[in-house]
């Protein structure tokens, strides 16, 4: 900074930031770019000056250092996508060697769980089987030696998640991790014709954190709880009008049969399916009723951006942000070998994920997309650990097996729940409609065996109400069969 006019800048920044926090970064670029030309320096110098007083000597605040890392980010990750397969394995690999690096010498859990291991020998993607794998329970028990050291639980943006016990785990994010995260969703979006101006509806347990940029009218988000009724859900659909629609599936059936049922008008330009399951069925439907097509994410809130669906239908994997192992029986599997979904986060230094197993079971595709981008492909996510059914053999079978129930019984049905009880016996918790009759119960039963390939009992029993989880996620399918 030019120490001439350095004074006179810093006094004025101190003034704006008197003037509350609806001051925007806007203005005080201007603010900056207006003195810094006023010393008649020409137009690029005078950028210069301006993002080096924000950004470098830390004179914005917060949300301006969110904002200016998201714009830093956002070119990469926009060109990334469109290289070719082996570079991106190569930047993925760099940034590999970087995280381990910086991990084993600022994160007390990982350096114990790493002494003794070649990791200076992990050179690519591959290496990574050298390590051991991180569970929740343990990254659970660590903290806070999980916390990387330099980073607090005040300087770290917050989230949770919890597992089918309801043991919550706490997870913290740089920063600047969640900002990238925040890039890769607009590359996401980019890929379906979003515009910056387009408004965002979106279902979740809780609302995310407001983002600078939605006070200049982008990006603008608005939330729509899980936990309301159906009807209480439209409502706010309506009200908001949204361009785009971000989605638990099993909350958008049944807002999709109110549309039909009572022709009210909404139009998004497309649809979001997160959190859950997307059967194709349910696809289907939803996408005849509001007229517009549905893309399935696969994220989570410990890695954020795992996998997204392409209008070509290709699942993207964010490798500059995720890499992901498919691991049956310990090792990894074949392309479209099903297996146990494991993650390494590439971005949070702050408490890393490393070799994660996320407990779902999912393949990946061994060709690439027609699309052109470079990424690499998940063929099929077939469901959580604790979905999978287990034969009276003791096979185990994907809960998908059950998709096809979907289709035959949905006028007849609201919401139905399959509970494996043991090996051979199944109930069927079904919320009936007014078509419902006995002739569907026992139909119900029949579709339910076939689907399953060896001989079982199957019961239907008629309830008022499903809970959904206690973050407002449906499921459709549960075992508690351990063994």
């Known amino acids: 900074m030019n120490p001439k006019y350095e004074p006179h800048l810093t006094e004025i920044l101190d003034k704006a930031h008197n003037l509350g926090a609806y001051l925007t970064l806007v203005t005080r670029v201007t603010i900056c770019l207006f003195i810094a030309l006023k010393k008649n320096l020409d137009f690029s110098h005078a950028i210069l000056i301006t993002c080096k007083d924000i950004m470098f000597i830390n004179m914005g605040n917060q949300m301006e250092q969110m904002l200016l890392r998201q714009i830093y980010f956002l070119p990469g990750v926009l060109k990334r996508e469109w290289k070719k397969k082996d570079e991106i394995e190569r930047i993925a690999s760099k940034m590999l060697r970087s995280l381990l690096r910086d991990v084993y010498c600022i994160n007390s859990f990982y350096k114990r769980k790493f002494d003794g291991l ?27 030696s999980n916390l990387s050291h330099g980073y607090t639980i005040d300087t770290c943006v917050h989230e949770s998640t919890s597992g089918s016990t309801g043991d919550v785990l706490n997870i913290y994010h740089d920063p600047a991790a969640y900002d990238y995260y925040e890039s890769m969703k607009f590359r996401e979006y980019r890929g379906y014709d979003y515009s910056l101006k387009d408004k965002i509806a979106y279902t979740r347990f809780d609302p995310t954190q407001k983002e600078v940029y939605e006070y200049f009218g982008l990006f603008r988000r608005y939330y729509i709880p899980v936990h309301y009724s159906a009807q209480e859900q439209l409502n706010l659909i309506v009200k908001y009008n949204p361009d785009v629609l971000s989605v638990y599936p099993s909350s958008l059936y049944e807002i999709a049969k109110l549309v039909e049922e009572y022709h009210i008008q909404v139009h998004p330009k497309f649809i979001i399916s997160h959190s859950e399951l997307l059967t194709e069925h349910t696809r289907n439907y939803i996408q005849s009723v509001f007229d517009c097509s549905i893309y399935n994410e696969y994220s989570s809130f410990e890695v954020h951006n795992i996998a997204t669906e392409c209008t070509h239908g290709g699942m993207h994997i964010h490798l500059d942000s995720n890499v992901v192992e498919i691991i049956k029986d310990g090792n990894p599997a074949s392309p479209g070998e099903v297996g146990e979904i494991v993650v390494t986060n590439l971005s949070n230094r702050a ?58 019984f949905h006028e007849h049905v609201s919401r139905f729940q399959i509970v494996q009880k043991e090996r051979g016996r199944f109930i069927i918790k079904v919320v009936k409609r007014e078509q419902y009759t006995t002739e569907t119960a026992n139909l119900l039963v029949q579709e339910a065996k076939k689907c399953v390939p060896e001989p079982v009992d199957v019961e239907v029993v008629e309830v008022d109400d499903i809970k959904r989880t206690g973050r407002g996620k449906f499921r459709a399918v549960i075992s508690e069969v351990t063994s």
């Open 118 to 144: 070649p990791i200076t020998d992990i050179k690519t993607l591959d290496d990574l089987k050298i390590l051991p794998f991180t569970t929740k329970d343990e990254l659970r028990e660590a903290f806070p």
């Open 351 to 408: 408490m890393p994920f490393i070799r994660y197993r996320t407990g779902d079971f999912g393949a990946l595709e061994e060709e690439g997309c027609t699309c052109g981008r470079g990424l690499p492909l998940l063929k099929v996510i077939e469901g959580r650990k604790d979905e999978y059914i287990t034969l009276p053999s003791g096979k185990k079978v994907s809960p998908r097996v059950f998709d096809p129930l979907d289709r035959i």
